[in-house]
């Protein structure tokens, strides 16, 4: 494990891991682009440190386009960004890091790529798979979905708190939970040992009309 990562990612690693998910987007060119940064931009104001892209439809030129935008948008060393999926376009776009998922390279591969100057977060949906992680070069790994979830087709089975606290006791990487987690639940997954709660749908759906910014500023509150 390299330890110069490690210093970097712990006290990085925020209680608030938000994803932003591309399906949440509604424009094309110009009005995409002006929305991707507008909501960097207010998530940052809001107190993000760390915010994720995910986009599973579009092709990679239409990721590495967008991640290019949120990297422009983002002034250097206030928010570590992280790219789903795809390694070798989290390097071309200067990304900070990428998340695999199980159906992605595998984590030695997808280090070989970044190199040791970049986070490497993976996903776990059970104990093999985080036992596998915790063997791996990944500076911190996910579990999940700790509850229902309509933000993934074909979601894995859910874990619950009780896989949030076996998951704790098995690895001593950084934790971060992610699967249906809302204001009204995040204390308990963090309580139940997550150091860091994803949220997708809970922060950039609609909200009776709130931003996800106001909303982040919520989930600061619950999460202190």
Not at 70 to 86: E, F, H, Q, S
Not at 108 to 115: E, N, P, W, Y
Not at 147 to 167: I, Y
Request: net charge neutral; proline share 5%.
């Amino acid at each position: 494990m390299n330890q110069k990562m490690l210093s970097r990612l712990y006290p990085i690693l925020p209680r608030l891991y938000p994803i932003l998910d591309a399906s949440v987007l509604a424009g094309e060119g110009v009005a995409r682009e002006q929305q991707l940064q507008r909501l960097g931009q207010e998530l940052l104001e809001s107190g993000v440190t760390l915010l994720q892209y995910r986009n599973k439809s579009g092709g990679e030129a239409e990721v590495l386009a967008d991640a290019r935008i949120l990297r422009d948008g983002m002034p250097a060393g206030k928010c570590l960004l992280i790219l789903n999926d795809y390694p070798r376009l989290a390097v071309e776009a200067q990304f900070d890091g990428v998340h695999l998922g199980q159906g992605d390279m595998p984590a030695s591969q997808g280090r070989a790529i970044l190199g040791n100057d970049r986070v490497l977060g993976l996903s776990t949906h059970n104990l093999e798979q985080l036992a596998a992680a915790e063997r791996s070069s990944a500076n911190y790994v996910a579990i999940g979905p700790v509850f229902a979830t309509s933000s993934k087709q074909n979601p894995d089975p859910v874990v619950g708190l009780e896989g949030v606290k076996r998951a704790r006791m098995l690895t001593t990487k950084p934790l971060v939970a992610i699967g249906g987690i809302t204001l009204e639940t995040c204390r308990q997954v963090v309580d139940a040992g997550a150091d860091s709660i994803a949220v997708i749908s809970s922060l950039f759906s609609d909200q009776g009309g709130r931003a996800p910014a106001k909303v982040a500023e919520d989930f600061f509150a619950k999460l202190r």
